[in-house]
Antibody, heavy 124, light 110 residues
Framework: QVQLVQSGAEVRKPGASVKISCKAS????????IHWVRQAPGQRLEWMGW????????RYSQSFQGRVTFTRDRSASTAYMELNSLRSEDTAVYYC?????????????????WGQGTLVAVSS | QSALTQPPSASGSPGQSVTLSCTGTSSDVGGYNSVSWYQQHPGKAPKLMIFEVNKRPSGVPDRFSGSKSGNTASLTVSGLQAEDEADYYC??????????FGGGTKLTVL
């Protein structure tokens, strides 16, 4: 069965960086896209962007451009999200999610499987 | 992009139907057939309920249906059950490789 298993909770001070992993299993990793979505406490979901698992093309939401980096290790079926210059407003649960492509190779924007979420707490 | 607009709360009694709305603009909801709905129980990851306006993933009960008219998308839950009580989020492709979510609706089963 398809599973996305994320790394554990992290605590960081303002200005620091955090890197979260997302290990995929139960499907062909390279055939799909990994999107990242976050949710601050009691707040709405917020899309951060995506990375294609095959060739590591990326697209970042303007809200995070310049502060976030997505990478992947195909041999380990694992995707990573690194967020820099953390501030208190970045305290949230971060999810990796699986997306797919159209028959023409265009990224689709819905997510059929989700990781369990990783809490990142930013506090001085 | 601005968030899509969802009413903060909705409710219904068991067995009833309830419709949740999601209002955007011609640049997102109205411009693309790429609206999705997610159900989220407290402390859990969201679950895909509807994609591409009105398609249900395998395993989602047919009590859940989606539609769209103009800049407003809707999720209808028929035959409400206690386990349907959750937060529901809509999302839409917003052009230029961007996605926007709604603020979420808390559905209460009375």
């Amino acid at each position: 069965q398809v599973q996305l298993v994320q790394s554990g909770a992290e605590v960081r001070k303002p200005g620091a960086s955090v890197k979260i992993s997302c290990k995929a299993s139960g499907y062909t990793f390279s055939s799909y896209v990994i999107h990242w979505v976050r949710q601050a406490p009691g707040q709405r979901l917020e899309w951060m962007g995506w990375i294609t698992a095959d060739n590591a093309n990326t697209r970042y939401s303007q809200s995070f451009q310049g502060r976030v980096t997505f990478t992947r290790d195909r041999s380990a079926s694992t995707a990573y999200m690194e967020l820099n210059s953390l501030r208190s407003e970045d305290t949230a649960v971060y999810y990796c999610t699986r997306g797919s492509f159209t028959t023409f190779g265009v990224v689709k924007y819905y997510f059929d499987f989700w990781g369990q979420g990783t809490l990142v707490a930013v506090s001085s | 992009q601005s968030a899509l607009t969802q009413p903060p709360s909705a409710s219904g009694s068991p067995g009833q139907s309830v419709t949740l709305s999601c209002t955007g603009t011609s640049s997102d909801v109205g411009g693309y057939n790429s609206v999705s709905w997610y159900q989220q129980h407290p402390g859990k990851a969201p679950k895909l309920m509807i994609f591409e306006v009105n398609k249900r993933p395998s395993g989602v009960p047919d009590r859940f249906s989606g539609s769209k008219s103009g800049n407003t998308a809707s999720l209808t839950v028929s035959g409400l059950q206690a386990e349907d009580e959750a937060d529901y989020y809509c999302s839409s492709y917003a052009g230029d490789k961007n996605l926007v979510f709604g603020g979420g609706t808390k559905l209460t089963v009375l």
